[in-house]
T-cell receptor, first 115, second 114 residues
Framework: EAQVTQNPRYLITVTGKKLTVTCSQNMNHEYMSWYRQDPGLGLRQIYYSMNVEVTDKGDVPEGYKVSRKEKRNFPLILESPSPNQTSLYFC??????????????FGNGTRLTVT | QQQVKQSPQSLIVQKGGISIINCAYENTAFDYFPWYQQFPGKGPALLIAIRPDVSEKKEGRFTISFNKSAKQFSLHIMDSQPGDSATYFCAASKGDNYGQNFVFGPGTRLSVLP
């Protein structure tokens, strides 16, 4: 089944404790991206990657890191989490079959709570 | 300039009724307007999308109406069903931007009563 898999689904941590949220897709998509979803704000892009070893900042990159060492994986790293990073996070991927008009395929989300 | 406004925030419709969600954008460079549907505990999934060269696109019970001069677009769900209960996000982007930096609206929570 074609899918984007995120882990973990739920994560509770304390301020300053480094964490990684993993994302993997099995559709051979070149493009991958991370979003955060907050009430009243919709989804906001954190980082994106157009291919292996190519990453760039989205709209809200502060406090996050990413890496793209393999085409299928795109982990999100919070080196020193803070309470304002408490949110619902989504990983998404896309092919370039329709260029920038290609649909995004989302994972099922990771709910992060930082206390 | 980058904002996409969406209304209403929540919507309650009787089964069989019409659900209408409206969005407005500011950036005239946007040329791709998708709608995403999100069920509880799931990620958003593409529902329907439109480009500004047409004023309307219909897929089954779902229709996007697009008004380029007013910079507005809307989603109409005909014969709404309880299974349509979900959160709906409109979005906008420049299709030639391979960064696919979509600007999403804040979402509308739709409840369809049986």
């Amino acid at each position: 089944e074609a899918q984007v898999t995120q882990n973990p689904r739920y994560l509770i941590t304390v301020t300053g404790k480094k964490l990684t949220v993993t994302c993997s897709q099995n559709m051979n998509h070149e493009y991958m991206s991370w979003y955060r979803q907050d009430p009243g704000l919709g989804l906001r892009q954190i980082y994106y990657s157009m291919n292996v070893e190519v990453t760039d900042k989205g709209d809200v990159p502060e406090g996050y890191k990413v890496s793209r060492k393999e085409k299928r994986n795109f982990p999100l790293i919070l080196e020193s989490p803070s309470p304002n990073q408490t949110s619902l996070y989504f990983c998404a991927s896309s092919s370039y079959g329709q260029g920038g008009y290609s649909p995004l395929h989302f994972g099922n989300g990771t709910r992060l709570t930082v206390t | 300039q980058q904002q996409v406004k969406q209304s209403p925030q929540s919507l309650i419709v009787q089964k069989g009724g019409i659900s209408i969600i409206n969005c407005a954008y500011e950036n005239t460079a946007f040329d791709y307007f998708p709608w995403y549907q999100q069920f509880p505990g799931k990620g958003p999934a593409l529902l329907i999308a439109i480009r500004p060269d047409v004023s309307e696109k219909k897929e089954g019970r779902f229709t996007i109406s697009f008004n380029k001069s007013a910079k507005q677009f809307s989603l109409h769900i005909m014969d709404s069903q309880p299974g349509d209960s979900a959160t709906y996000f409109c979005a906008a982007s420049k299709g030639d931007n391979y960064g696919q930096n979509f600007v999403f609206g804040p979402g509308t929570r739709l409840s369809v009563l049986p």
